[in-house]
């Protein structure tokens, strides 16, 4: 079945150093794929997307770019803040008689000052 | 104006009591679904409803029984609960199936003790 899959974490860095979470996906068919945010004490939130291979999503100065033949989703960002301290879902989503979305076990990041 | 609202935001209840969580959305859209998020972070799909016909019914306990009077509303009613159903439960929605990006709710912190 499908599966994504994503480093473990924590992630610690200083602010402004480059990030990166990786993230791997098995599917299917030919799947969306999407990065979710999760603030401490509140639910996910839609980062960025990606529809088809080659593909970049981008928003909030994080990218990923959507690579099928490496079946690879990892997002980056060039100089994190506090602010982005939180918890990070890579996600698909494909149709496997009905179409399901599938989350990754989240990597947690802790941006230092 | 919340997109996504469930109530209660805190649930704490003893084992072997029925309760329920409410969930609406202002959104528009037509596909609605519960999540459990665990201790460690991982989420998983319980249902998912589009215009108010189950379409998603993971390997749940048929303790676990939601409810979509509209397709605005999605409920989950859970009966006689465990230590085991402590978790968060995350409503979300969507336009369409294809998962084109969720919309979540803040969450329902359950505690069963």
């Known amino acids: 079945g499908d599966s994504v899959t994503q480093m473990e974490g924590p992630v610690t860095l200083s602010e402004e150093a480059f990030l990166t979470i990786n993230c791997t996906y098995t599917a299917t068919g030919y799947p969306s794929l999407f990065w979710y945010v999760q603030y401490p004490g509140e639910g996910l939130q839609l980062l960025l997307k990606a529809t088809k291979a080659d593909d970049k999503g981008s928003n909030k100065g994080f990218e990923a770019t959507y690579r099928k033949e490496t079946t690879s989703f990892h997002l980056e960002k060039g100089s994190v803040q506090v602010s982005d301290s939180a918890v990070y879902f890579c996600?698909?989503?494909?149709?496997?008689?009905?179409?399901?979305?599938?989350f990754g076990a989240g990597t947690r990041l802790f941006v230092k000052a | 104006d919340t997109a996504v609202s469930q109530t209660p935001k805190y649930l704490v209840t003893q084992m072997g009591n029925d309760k329920s969580i409410k969930c609406e959305q202002n959104?528009?859209?037509?596909?609605m679904y519960w999540y459990k998020q665990d201790s460690k972070k991982f989420l998983k799909i319980m249902f998912s409803y589009n215009n108010k016909e189950l379409i998603i019914n993971e390997t749940v306990p048929n303790r676990f029984s939601p409810k979509s009077p509209d397709k605005a509303h999605l409920n989950l009613h859970i009966n006689s609960l465990e230590l085991g159903d402590s978790a968060v439960y995350f409503c979300?929605?969507?336009?369409?199936?294809?998962?084109?990006?969720?919309?979540f709710g803040s969450g329902t912190r359950l505690t069963v003790v």
């Open positions: 979300a929605s969507s336009h369409g199936q294809d998962g084109g990006g969720y919309t």
């Open positions: 959104l528009g859209h037509d596909t």
């Open positions: 996600a698909l989503s494909d149709y496997t008689g009905g179409f399901k979305t599938i």
